[in-house]
T-cell receptor
Framework: DQQVKQNSPSLSVQEGRISILNCDYT??????FLWYKKYPAEGPTFLIS?????DKNEDGRFTVFLNKSAKHLSLHIVPSQPGDSAVYFC??????????FGPGTRLSVLP | DTEVTQTPKHLVMGMTNKKSLKCEQH?????MYWYKQKAKKPPELMFV???????INESVPSRFSPECPNSSLLNLHLHALQPEDSALYLC????????????????FGPGTRLTVL
């Protein structure tokens, strides 16, 4: 049973437009959520995170939104750049225990 | 130094071999993790060390044996592996295993690509 789901295996976006990556979770005990970006043959790189006590966190071009009642979070990238093309993993944890990754969404930003 | 390093980058071993994967960080992090990632799948947590003590073992077969000699080093000893153990093995570290906020942000190494023949 997948506790963290990313229902879109892939997403294509034009350069300069907004990319929206979605993530759903089932475990209401998760209290912290993270987004990682992964290029081929490299380890995941931490992007941005959000605590369950917040509903939004922004860092430059990246914004994460959390809707606790819907158990849904999303990552917005604006403007999207070709260098953003990678696989994006959503991850969730409960006080550092039970650290779970979603299956990933492959983002392609087209020039 | 904000890097997690892993050696070797690639490893090919037979099913009767004994080998070790190494991971190192100098960020003062007190939690270190081993993950296994198969192609086109998310990383799966294997082990967590917190303050050099094994705190989580996600039902990993005994042919994988972790070791944390000190707070900067994490090893994964491999013995009698199976071809299905071929995968990318990722090491990560974070400030602390338990706690709020940034304690949970894990920094990953580049991984060791393991092939078992």
């Amino acid at each position: 049973d997948q506790q963290v789901k990313q229902n879109s295996p892939s997403l294509s976006v034009q350069e300069g437009r907004i990319s929206i990556l979605n993530c759903d979770y089932t475990n209401s005990m998760f209290d912290y959520f993270l987004w990682y970006k992964k290029y081929p043959a490299e380890g995941p790189t931490f992007l941005i995170s959000i605590s369950s006590i917040k509903d939004k966190n922004e860092d430059g071009r990246f914004t994460v939104f959390l809707n606790k009642s819907a158990k849904h979070l999303s990552l917005h990238i604006v403007p999207s750049q070709p260098g953003d093309s990678a696989v994006y993993f959503c991850a969730a944890t409960n006080y550092g225990q039970n650290f779970v990754f979603g299956p990933g969404t492959r983002l392609s930003v087209l020039p | 130094d904000t890097e997690v390093t892993q050696t070797p980058k690639h490893l090919v071993m037979g099913m009767t071999n004994k080998k070790s994967l190494k991971c190192e960080q100098h960020m003062g992090h007190r939690a270190m993790y081993w993950y296994k990632q198969k192609a086109k799948k998310p990383p799966e947590l294997m082990f967590v060390y917190s303050y050099e003590k094994l705190s989580i073992n996600e039902s990993v077969p005994s042919r994988f044996s972790p070791e944390c000699p000190n707070s900067s080093l994490l090893n994964l000893h491999l013995h009698a592996l199976q071809p299905e153990d071929s995968a990318l093995y990722l090491c990560a570290s974070s400030q602390g295993e338990q706690g709020l906020g940034s304690y949970n942000e894990q920094f990953f190494g580049p991984g060791t690509r393991l092939t078992v023949l």
